[in-house]
Protein backbone atom coordinates (compact mmCIF):
# COMPACT_ATOMS: atom_id res chain seq x y z
CA UNK A 1 0.00 0.00 0.00
CA UNK A 2 1.20 3.94 -0.69
CA UNK A 3 2.37 6.34 2.10
CA UNK A 4 -1.16 7.85 0.76
CA UNK A 5 -2.91 5.05 1.37
CA UNK A 6 -1.72 3.86 4.77
CA UNK A 7 -2.39 7.73 5.79
CA UNK A 8 -5.59 7.26 4.65
CA UNK A 9 -6.64 3.95 6.88
CA UNK A 10 -5.38 6.06 9.68
CA UNK A 11 -7.97 8.96 9.23
CA UNK A 12 -10.70 7.17 9.22
CA UNK A 13 -9.55 5.19 12.08
CA UNK A 14 -9.07 8.66 13.98
CA UNK A 15 -12.46 9.44 13.41
CA UNK A 16 -12.86 11.57 10.05
CA UNK A 17 -16.17 11.44 8.32
CA UNK A 18 -14.83 11.34 5.15
CA UNK A 19 -11.63 10.95 2.66
CA UNK A 20 -11.33 12.72 -0.51
CA UNK A 21 -9.58 12.00 -3.56
CA UNK A 22 -10.38 8.48 -5.11
CA UNK A 23 -11.13 7.08 -0.77
CA UNK A 24 -14.11 9.14 -0.95
CA UNK A 25 -16.11 6.93 -2.67
CA UNK A 26 -18.00 5.31 0.12
CA UNK A 27 -21.63 3.92 -1.07
CA UNK A 28 -23.95 4.09 1.90
CA UNK A 29 -26.75 1.60 1.25
CA UNK A 30 -30.20 1.60 3.22
CA UNK A 31 -32.82 -1.74 3.11
CA UNK A 32 -35.79 -0.62 4.76
CA UNK A 33 -37.68 -3.80 6.21
CA UNK A 34 -41.30 -3.79 4.59
CA UNK A 35 -42.57 -7.22 6.36
CA UNK A 36 -42.25 -8.82 3.00
CA UNK A 37 -40.06 -12.41 2.85
CA UNK A 38 -36.58 -12.31 3.39
CA UNK A 39 -33.85 -14.51 2.85
CA UNK A 40 -30.61 -14.58 3.98
CA UNK A 41 -27.55 -14.58 1.81
CA UNK A 42 -24.60 -16.57 2.38
CA UNK A 43 -21.40 -14.24 2.95
CA UNK A 44 -17.71 -13.46 4.11
CA UNK A 45 -19.30 -10.53 5.45
CA UNK A 46 -22.72 -8.92 7.17
CA UNK A 47 -23.82 -6.47 5.50
CA UNK A 48 -27.14 -4.38 5.24
CA UNK A 49 -27.97 -6.24 2.05
CA UNK A 50 -27.78 -9.65 3.80
CA UNK A 51 -31.97 -9.85 3.99
CA UNK A 52 -32.96 -9.98 0.32
CA UNK A 53 -36.64 -9.09 -0.22
CA UNK A 54 -38.43 -11.92 -2.21
CA UNK A 55 -41.92 -10.84 -4.11
CA UNK A 56 -43.80 -12.29 -6.91
CA UNK A 57 -42.54 -11.57 -10.48
CA UNK A 58 -45.65 -9.16 -11.42
CA UNK A 59 -44.23 -7.30 -8.04
CA UNK A 60 -40.87 -7.49 -8.92
CA UNK A 61 -42.07 -6.06 -12.36
CA UNK A 62 -43.56 -2.85 -10.61
CA UNK A 63 -41.00 -2.27 -8.50
CA UNK A 64 -38.34 -2.31 -11.65
CA UNK A 65 -40.68 0.27 -13.81
CA UNK A 66 -40.87 2.83 -11.10
CA UNK A 67 -37.24 2.38 -10.84
CA UNK A 68 -36.58 2.63 -14.68
CA UNK A 69 -38.61 5.64 -14.70
CA UNK A 70 -35.89 7.14 -12.27
CA UNK A 71 -32.85 5.88 -14.15
CA UNK A 72 -34.24 7.49 -17.67
CA UNK A 73 -34.68 11.08 -15.78
CA UNK A 74 -31.06 10.51 -14.66
CA UNK A 75 -29.72 9.53 -17.95
CA UNK A 76 -31.42 13.09 -19.32
CA UNK A 77 -29.84 15.08 -16.78
CA UNK A 78 -26.66 13.19 -17.17
CA UNK A 79 -26.78 14.50 -21.01
CA UNK A 80 -27.71 17.86 -20.50
CA UNK A 81 -24.68 18.12 -17.77
CA UNK A 82 -22.31 16.83 -20.23
CA UNK A 83 -23.72 19.43 -22.72
CA UNK A 84 -22.91 22.33 -19.96
CA UNK A 85 -19.14 20.61 -19.43
CA UNK A 86 -18.46 20.63 -23.84
CA UNK A 87 -19.67 24.77 -23.05
CA UNK A 88 -17.28 25.35 -20.69
CA UNK A 89 -14.80 27.95 -21.73
CA UNK A 90 -11.10 27.39 -21.91
CA UNK A 91 -7.69 28.90 -20.55
CA UNK A 92 -4.66 29.16 -22.89
CA UNK A 93 -2.12 26.84 -21.63
CA UNK A 94 1.02 29.71 -21.59
CA UNK A 95 4.20 27.23 -20.53
CA UNK A 96 5.46 25.23 -22.34
CA UNK A 97 5.44 21.70 -20.60
CA UNK A 98 8.52 19.10 -21.10
CA UNK A 99 7.71 15.68 -19.81
CA UNK A 100 10.16 12.65 -20.26
CA UNK A 101 9.04 9.83 -22.14
CA UNK A 102 10.81 6.29 -22.84
CA UNK A 103 11.99 8.22 -26.05
CA UNK A 104 13.43 11.39 -24.46
CA UNK A 105 12.27 14.72 -23.87
CA UNK A 106 8.53 15.18 -25.19
CA UNK A 107 6.06 18.47 -25.20
CA UNK A 108 2.55 18.57 -23.51
CA UNK A 109 1.59 19.24 -27.88
CA UNK A 110 3.34 15.93 -28.57
CA UNK A 111 0.80 14.23 -26.30
CA UNK A 112 -2.05 15.13 -28.68
CA UNK A 113 -0.30 12.54 -31.12
CA UNK A 114 -1.94 14.20 -34.13
CA UNK A 115 -5.66 14.59 -32.15
CA UNK A 116 -7.33 17.57 -31.57
CA UNK A 117 -8.11 16.48 -28.26
CA UNK A 118 -6.50 14.96 -25.37
CA UNK A 119 -7.35 13.22 -22.18
CA UNK A 120 -4.48 13.29 -18.97
CA UNK A 121 -5.31 11.29 -15.96
CA UNK A 122 -3.22 12.26 -12.77
CA UNK A 123 -1.50 8.99 -11.72
CA UNK A 124 -0.28 9.41 -8.05
CA UNK A 125 2.82 8.47 -8.34
CA UNK A 126 5.52 10.13 -5.66
CA UNK A 127 8.94 10.45 -6.41
CA UNK A 128 9.98 8.71 -3.44
CA UNK A 129 7.47 5.67 -3.62
CA UNK A 130 8.20 2.45 -5.87
CA UNK A 131 5.21 1.46 -7.04
CA UNK A 132 2.33 3.61 -8.15
CA UNK A 133 -1.05 4.08 -5.73
CA UNK A 134 -2.82 1.58 -5.60
CA UNK A 135 -6.83 3.21 -6.20
CA UNK A 136 -5.00 4.81 -8.90
CA UNK A 137 -3.52 1.81 -10.43
CA UNK A 138 -7.75 0.08 -10.11
CA UNK A 139 -8.37 3.37 -12.30
CA UNK A 140 -6.05 2.53 -14.68
CA UNK A 141 -7.14 -1.41 -14.99
CA UNK A 142 -10.73 0.36 -15.18
CA UNK A 143 -9.83 2.70 -18.34
CA UNK A 144 -7.09 0.49 -19.57
CA UNK A 145 -9.32 -1.23 -22.17
CA UNK A 146 -12.12 1.78 -22.79
CA UNK A 147 -9.02 3.84 -24.25
CA UNK A 148 -8.36 1.63 -27.29
CA UNK A 149 -11.22 3.60 -29.23
CA UNK A 150 -10.79 7.21 -28.58
CA UNK A 151 -8.54 7.80 -31.32
CA UNK A 152 -11.43 6.76 -33.52
CA UNK A 153 -13.02 10.45 -31.88
CA UNK A 154 -9.82 12.28 -32.64
CA UNK A 155 -8.77 12.51 -28.64
CA UNK A 156 -5.65 11.23 -27.38
CA UNK A 157 -5.14 9.67 -23.44
CA UNK A 158 -2.06 9.86 -21.65
CA UNK A 159 -0.85 9.76 -17.74
CA UNK A 160 1.39 12.05 -15.70
CA UNK A 161 2.97 11.11 -12.45
CA UNK A 162 5.52 13.16 -10.61
CA UNK A 163 7.92 9.98 -10.15
CA UNK A 164 10.61 9.08 -12.69
CA UNK A 165 10.71 6.82 -15.20
CA UNK A 166 13.23 4.78 -13.56
CA UNK A 167 10.62 3.79 -11.78
CA UNK A 168 7.16 4.26 -13.75
CA UNK A 169 7.88 1.97 -16.22
CA UNK A 170 9.27 -1.52 -14.09
CA UNK A 171 5.46 -0.59 -12.55
CA UNK A 172 3.90 -0.14 -15.58
CA UNK A 173 5.59 -3.61 -17.16
CA UNK A 174 4.02 -5.55 -13.77
CA UNK A 175 0.99 -4.20 -13.93
CA UNK A 176 0.87 -5.15 -17.74
CA UNK A 177 -0.06 -1.65 -19.21
CA UNK A 178 0.12 -0.69 -22.59
CA UNK A 179 -1.43 3.33 -22.32
CA UNK A 180 1.39 6.14 -22.55
CA UNK A 181 2.37 7.48 -19.37
CA UNK A 182 5.45 10.05 -18.64
CA UNK A 183 7.07 12.05 -15.90
CA UNK A 184 6.77 15.44 -14.88
CA UNK A 185 9.60 14.93 -12.73
CA UNK A 186 11.34 18.29 -12.87
CA UNK A 187 8.52 20.74 -14.30
CA UNK A 188 5.46 22.40 -13.01
CA UNK A 189 2.48 20.47 -14.44
CA UNK A 190 1.38 18.80 -11.44
CA UNK A 191 1.61 21.96 -9.07
CA UNK A 192 -0.41 24.07 -11.94
CA UNK A 193 -3.29 21.87 -12.40
CA UNK A 194 -3.92 20.71 -8.26
CA UNK A 195 -2.46 17.14 -8.08
CA UNK A 196 0.41 17.76 -6.16
CA UNK A 197 0.17 19.94 -2.76
CA UNK A 198 3.07 21.86 -2.19
CA UNK A 199 2.38 25.19 -0.27
CA UNK A 200 6.24 26.27 -1.31
CA UNK A 201 5.43 25.81 -5.24
CA UNK A 202 1.88 27.78 -4.17
CA UNK A 203 -0.03 24.60 -4.70
CA UNK A 204 -2.65 24.78 -2.18
CA UNK A 205 -5.87 24.15 -3.69
CA UNK A 206 -7.75 20.99 -4.37
CA UNK A 207 -10.75 20.75 -6.44
CA UNK A 208 -11.29 24.05 -6.49
CA UNK A 209 -11.21 24.12 -3.03
CA UNK A 210 -8.59 25.39 -0.65
CA UNK A 211 -6.42 22.21 1.00
CA UNK A 212 -6.39 23.27 4.39
CA UNK A 213 -10.17 23.82 4.53
CA UNK A 214 -10.35 20.36 2.97
CA UNK A 215 -8.09 19.10 5.23
CA UNK A 216 -10.14 20.60 8.15
CA UNK A 217 -13.46 18.99 7.14
CA UNK A 218 -11.43 15.48 6.78
CA UNK A 219 -12.15 15.18 2.80
CA UNK A 220 -8.49 15.03 2.22
CA UNK A 221 -5.82 12.98 4.28
CA UNK A 222 -2.38 15.16 3.44
CA UNK A 223 -0.98 18.29 3.79
CA UNK A 224 1.54 17.83 0.80
CA UNK A 225 2.32 15.40 -1.61
CA UNK A 226 0.10 13.47 -4.52
CA UNK A 227 -3.58 13.66 -5.47
CA UNK A 228 -5.64 12.33 -8.07
CA UNK A 229 -7.20 13.99 -11.03
CA UNK A 230 -8.47 13.95 -14.57
CA UNK A 231 -7.99 16.77 -17.07
CA UNK A 232 -8.79 17.68 -20.92
CA UNK A 233 -7.35 19.80 -23.92
CA UNK A 234 -8.20 20.82 -27.22
CA UNK A 235 -5.63 21.71 -29.37
CA UNK A 236 -6.81 24.25 -32.19
CA UNK A 237 -4.07 25.23 -34.69
CA UNK A 238 -0.43 26.36 -32.78
CA UNK A 239 -2.60 26.75 -29.33
CA UNK A 240 -3.66 24.36 -26.56
CA UNK A 241 -6.54 24.68 -24.28
CA UNK A 242 -7.17 23.56 -21.01
CA UNK A 243 -10.78 22.42 -20.48
CA UNK A 244 -11.97 20.44 -17.79
CA UNK A 245 -10.45 18.80 -14.79
CA UNK A 246 -12.26 16.87 -12.67
CA UNK A 247 -10.96 14.89 -9.16
CA UNK A 248 -11.93 13.68 -5.82
CA UNK A 249 -15.96 12.07 -6.71
CA UNK A 250 -15.88 13.44 -10.28
CA UNK A 251 -13.88 10.36 -11.22
CA UNK A 252 -16.52 8.30 -9.91
CA UNK A 253 -18.46 8.08 -13.40
CA UNK A 254 -15.22 6.57 -14.81
CA UNK A 255 -14.77 3.34 -12.61
CA UNK A 256 -16.77 0.93 -14.36
CA UNK A 257 -15.81 -2.15 -12.15
CA UNK A 258 -17.73 0.22 -8.92
CA UNK A 259 -20.52 0.81 -11.97
CA UNK A 260 -20.96 -2.84 -12.35
CA UNK A 261 -20.82 -3.25 -8.92
CA UNK A 262 -23.81 -0.79 -8.51
CA UNK A 263 -26.09 -2.90 -10.29
CA UNK A 264 -25.49 -5.67 -8.28
CA UNK A 265 -27.96 -6.25 -4.87
CA UNK A 266 -24.58 -6.56 -2.64
CA UNK A 267 -23.51 -3.12 -4.38
CA UNK A 268 -19.72 -2.23 -3.66
CA UNK A 269 -19.62 -4.22 -0.29
CA UNK A 270 -18.04 -1.48 1.44
CA UNK A 271 -20.27 -0.58 4.23
CA UNK A 272 -17.88 -2.86 6.92
CA UNK A 273 -14.58 -2.19 5.39
CA UNK A 274 -12.72 0.42 7.34
CA UNK A 275 -12.72 3.46 4.61
CA UNK A 276 -13.60 2.73 0.71
CA UNK A 277 -11.26 1.21 -1.61
CA UNK A 278 -9.74 -0.59 1.56
CA UNK A 279 -10.32 -3.71 -0.42
CA UNK A 280 -8.50 -3.06 -3.35
CA UNK A 281 -5.13 -4.13 -4.42
CA UNK A 282 -2.83 -4.13 -6.70
CA UNK A 283 -4.12 -6.51 -9.51
CA UNK A 284 -1.19 -8.42 -8.99
CA UNK A 285 -1.77 -8.68 -5.36
CA UNK A 286 -5.18 -10.61 -4.46
CA UNK A 287 -5.04 -14.12 -3.39
CA UNK A 288 -5.79 -16.68 -5.94
CA UNK A 289 -9.49 -17.64 -5.79
Sequence with gaps: MCPVCLATAALIASGATSVGGLTALVVKKLHANTGANK????????????QLKIVSRVEWLIARKNLLNKEKEFTRQRDALSTERRNLPAVKIQKDYVFEASSGETSLRDLFEGHRQLILYHFM?????????????YFADNFAGGILHLAARDTSFA???RAPLT????FKRRMGWTFPWF???GNDFNYDFGVTLDEAKGSVDYNYESAATLRAAGKIWIPNGELPGLSVFLHEGDSIFHTYSTYQRGL????????????????RQEDQEPYAMAWVRHHDGYPAV
Design 39 to 50: IDCPGKKENKMD
Design 125 to 137: FDPTWDEGCKSCS
Design 167 to 170: KIEP
Design 159 to 161: VIS
Design 183 to 185: SSF
Design 252 to 267: DLLLNTYNYLDLTPLG
